[in-house]
């Protein structure tokens, strides 16, 4: 890590000087490393209109960190990834089968996962504040293990979309058309589902299960108001992603904020000026 402690002293910030504030400088590159692994997945959640699904997925980490609480792990991120995967499964499964709308099955599921997540949590009449981190998150307390364990995922998904997003695509656009090429559509809605429901699991101690969701749309919806190619859509949703990222760390530094809320602030205020830019020369 000497090497981007290096890189930043160059930054006109007392925080980027030598020795000053790590924790700063450690929040800087995992916001660099994360918000482009959001703004991808964040463009295929737009395009299927999963808004709600990833915000689903959430409460479903929230119930796998309670549960890892009852059995009594010391770190409950193993077990909320295999309950927020399981979650995910079980979602598109009855969204396949069932005749019911999308959303419906999604509300009920939402809604289930963080009621019984808070029931475990105050089991016994346990505090709930425990848990209060998951909710709000902490980016300001990432560890450089974990930015390495970030730098990995990162690479996964770039991997991943490489090979598949062609076929994601045709599924999230034409689910007839891509069945009749040979696509087996529920299996790759089935492991986009589960890729989103780690990346937020695993992100959720960070940024905060109360605004996670707003990092995987808000970019992307940003920039399907004013891409004019699948290229130029890809290519804004991680410029979005990074600045408001950046931004927000420096400016909640600054105001002595939330960093995931400021995060989010600046990302709603580049999709309303996106929209209005729309609207204004459509």
Same mark, same amino acid.
């Given at each position: 890590?000497?090497?981007?402690?290096?890189?930043?002293?160059?930054?006109?910030?007392?925080?980027?000087?030598?020795?000053?504030?790590?924790?700063?400088?450690?929040?800087?590159?995992?916001?660099?490393?994360?918000?482009?692994?959001?703004?991808?997945?964040?463009?295929?959640?737009?395009?299927?209109?999963?808004?709600?699904?990833?915000?689903?997925?959430?409460?479903?980490?929230?119930?796998?960190?309670?549960?890892?609480?009852?059995?009594?792990?010391?770190?409950?991120?193993?077990?909320?990834?295999?309950?927020?995967?399981?979650?995910?499964?079980?979602?598109?499964?009855?969204?396949?089968?069932?005749?019911?709308?999308?959303?419906?099955?999604?509300?009920?599921?939402?809604?289930?996962?963080?009621?019984?997540?808070?029931?475990?949590?105050? #089991?016994?009449?346990?505090?709930?504040?425990?848990?209060?981190?998951? #909710?709000?998150?902490?980016?300001?307390?990432?560890?450089?293990?974990?930015?390495?364990?970030?730098?990995?995922?990162?690479?996964?998904?770039?991997?991943?979309?490489?090979?598949?997003?062609?076929?994601?695509?045709?599924?999230?656009?034409?689910?007839?058309?891509?069945?009749?090429?040979?696509?087996?559509?529920?299996?790759?809605?089935?492991?986009?589902?589960?890729?989103?429901?780690?990346?937020?699991?695993?992100?959720?101690?960070?940024?905060?299960?109360?605004?996670?969701?707003?990092?995987?749309?808000?970019?992307?919806?940003?920039?399907?108001?004013?891409?004019?190619?699948?290229?130029?859509?890809?290519?804004?949703?991680?410029?979005?992603?990074?600045?408001?990222?950046?931004?927000?760390?420096?400016?909640?530094?600054?105001?002595?904020?939330?960093?995931?809320?400021?995060?989010? #602030?600046?990302?709603?205020?580049?999709?309303?000026?996106?929209?209005?830019?729309?609207?204004?020369?459509?």
């Amino acid at each position: 890590m000497n090497w981007w402690y290096k890189i930043l002293e160059a930054l006109p910030f007392e925080w980027a000087q030598e020795g000053q504030m790590i924790f700063m400088k450690n929040a800087l590159l995992a916001i660099i490393l994360l918000t482009p692994v959001f703004a991808l997945l964040g463009t295929m959640i737009v395009n299927n209109g999963m808004a709600f699904f990833s915000d689903a997925l959430g409460h479903g980490a929230f119930t796998g960190v309670a549960i890892g609480g009852l059995l009594g792990l010391a770190e409950p991120i193993g077990s909320a990834v295999a309950f927020s995967v399981i979650f995910a499964f079980l979602i598109t499964i009855i969204r396949h089968k069932s005749k019911m709308a999308g959303d419906t099955v999604i509300g009920v599921f939402s809604s289930s996962a963080i009621a019984l997540g808070i029931f475990l949590a105050t #089991l016994g009449g346990k505090s709930f504040t425990k848990l209060n981190s998951y #909710l709000v998150g902490d980016i300001l307390s990432i560890a450089p293990r974990e930015i390495g364990f970030l730098a990995i995922v990162l690479g996964i998904v770039l991997i991943f979309w490489f090979f598949v997003f062609n076929r994601l695509l045709l599924v999230s656009i034409n689910p007839s058309l891509a069945g009749s090429r040979g696509i087996n559509t529920f299996w790759y809605e089935v492991v986009f589902s589960c890729a989103v429901a780690v990346i937020v699991t695993v992100s959720m101690s960070w940024i905060g299960l109360l605004v996670i969701n707003s990092f995987l749309v808000l970019p992307a919806a940003a920039a399907r108001n004013i891409a004019r190619s699948q290229r130029q859509y890809h290519l804004l949703a991680v410029v979005f992603s990074l600045l408001s990222g950046v931004a927000g760390l420096i400016l909640s530094y600054s105001f002595e904020t939330a960093t995931g809320s400021t995060i989010v #602030l600046i990302s709603s205020a580049i999709f309303f000026t996106t929209w209005f830019v729309r609207k204004r020369f459509a």
